[in-house]
């Protein structure tokens, strides 16, 4: 989950607004970083599915003088240029501009695609392709719930934030322990805690709106959060897919 600064820098967005004015501007707000978020992921799987199929994909690792297979020096700038970007756009979204985030954005995306790219080596075609649908279902499900329901979701963001730090530090034990069990307990954690996520920001970023519209900081926010959303769909999938995906013989 990506996250960015509160620019409440002035009031908020409501004086000398109808309230049909103010509906008209969050649908488009939100429709933009839909189609942000959506182009976002269809980048980042075609990238993907041709840096598979192309043979490209062979140049990210290679036999090492051990004899065992690792990254070579693209495949780990591939690894780690994600990272990078992020953090540049979380921590820089207020001096960058507003064509520079949606430029890095893509560039995040593209970089993506290269990295999932070995998917496709270790999984079946059609076993993607289903979870790739069903997580656009639930995606699409939750997100609908948080932007429609009157519950404030705000209390469960710490909890929510605090569980996936515990799923990175046992996704790093669990690189030492190649434990099955515990690697399908991160796996189905995981899901629960991308999908409450999923939910949970997409009504902060409804929120957000009442604090940018009409200010420069409008289009950064739809930047952010569209990748947030990428970020929650892609580890949704990318879960559901160790969960239920069939591997290659």
């Known amino acids: 989950m990506a996250e960015w600064s509160?620019?409440?820098?002035?009031?908020?967005?409501?004086?000398?607004?109808?309230?049909?004015?103010?509906?008209?501007?969050?649908?488009?707000?939100?429709?933009?970083?839909?189609?942000y978020m959506a182009s976002g992921v269809l980048l980042t799987g075609v990238v993907a599915l041709l840096f598979a199929m192309s043979g490209a994909i062979?140049?990210?690792?290679?036999?090492?003088?051990?004899?065992?297979?690792g990254p070579t020096a693209l495949g780990?700038?591939?690894?780690?240029?994600?990272?990078?970007?992020v953090l540049l756009m979380s921590f820089?979204?207020?001096?960058?501009?507003?064509?520079?985030?949606?430029a890095l954005y893509w560039v995040y995306a593209t970089v993506m695609g290269m990295s999932l790219s070995t998917i496709f080596?270790?999984?079946?075609?059609?076993?993607?392709?289903?979870?790739?649908?069903?997580t656009a279902a639930?995606?699409?499900?939750?997100?609908?719930?948080?932007?429609?329901?009157?519950?404030?979701?705000?209390?469960?963001?710490?909890?929510?934030?605090m569980g996936v730090v515990g799923l990175i530090v046992a996704s790093i034990v669990n690189l030492f322990l190649n434990s099955g069990p515990l690697s399908l307990a991160i796996s189905a954690i995981g899901v629960l805690l991308f999908a409450g996520l999923t939910a949970y920001d997409t009504q902060k970023i409804k929120s957000m709106y009442a604090y940018v519209a009409g200010t420069d900081m409008q289009g950064k926010a739809v930047v952010m959060g569209a990748l947030t959303l990428y970020l929650d769909f892609i580890?949704?999938?990318?879960?559901?897919?160790?969960?239920?995906?069939?591997?290659?013989?």
């Open 6 to 35: 509160d620019p409440r820098t002035g009031a908020p967005y409501v004086a000398g607004a109808g309230a049909e004015a103010r509906d008209a501007g969050l649908r488009s707000y939100m429709l933009s970083v839909y189609n």
């Open 58 to 69: 062979d140049t990210l690792y290679a036999v090492q003088a051990s004899g065992r297979v």
């Open 76 to 85: 780990w700038i591939v690894m780690l240029a994600p990272l990078g970007i």
């Open 92 to 102: 820089g979204q207020m001096r960058l501009s507003t064509p520079a985030m949606q």
């Open 121 to 134: 080596l270790i999984y079946s075609g059609t076993s993607i392709a289903q979870v790739f649908f069903a």
């Open 138 to 161: 639930g995606f699409a499900g939750l997100s609908l719930w948080g932007y429609t329901t009157k519950r404030d979701l705000s209390g469960f963001g710490t909890f929510l934030i």
């Open 235 to 249: 580890n949704m999938f990318l879960f559901l897919l160790r969960l239920f995906g069939s591997q290659r013989n």
